[in-house]
């Protein structure tokens, strides 16, 4: 399993949100702040008011496969994407 599981490019989105790289885009109206509220100025915040983009399908998948002992981790992939993720593209 990699990083694929929540999809990279929401994963790679997520992160450059919590860094203040990427703007927010296509955050649910219902997270709208009340009148006299005030609305989420940080990355952080608006990530957070935007929801964690979740595979439903895939946790199910996971779930079932831990419950029947076939998931194995392998921390070194685990940690080639985590560095992957947090590098710059070489050229």
Known sequence: MG????????LTRAIDLLRGDAPVRNAPEAT???TGESAPTSPAA?????????????????????AE????????????????????AKS
């Open 69 to 88: 002992g076939r998931y194995t981790v392998d921390p070194q992939r685990i940690a080639d994407a985590m560095v992957a993720m947090d590098l710059p």
């Open 3 to 10: 990083v694929s599981a929540i999809g990279a490019s929401g």
């Open 32 to 34: 709208a702040p009340k």
């Open 46 to 66: 608006q990530l957070a008011a935007a929801g964690a983009p979740i595979d439903a399908a895939r946790v199910a998948t996971l779930r079932q496969a831990i």
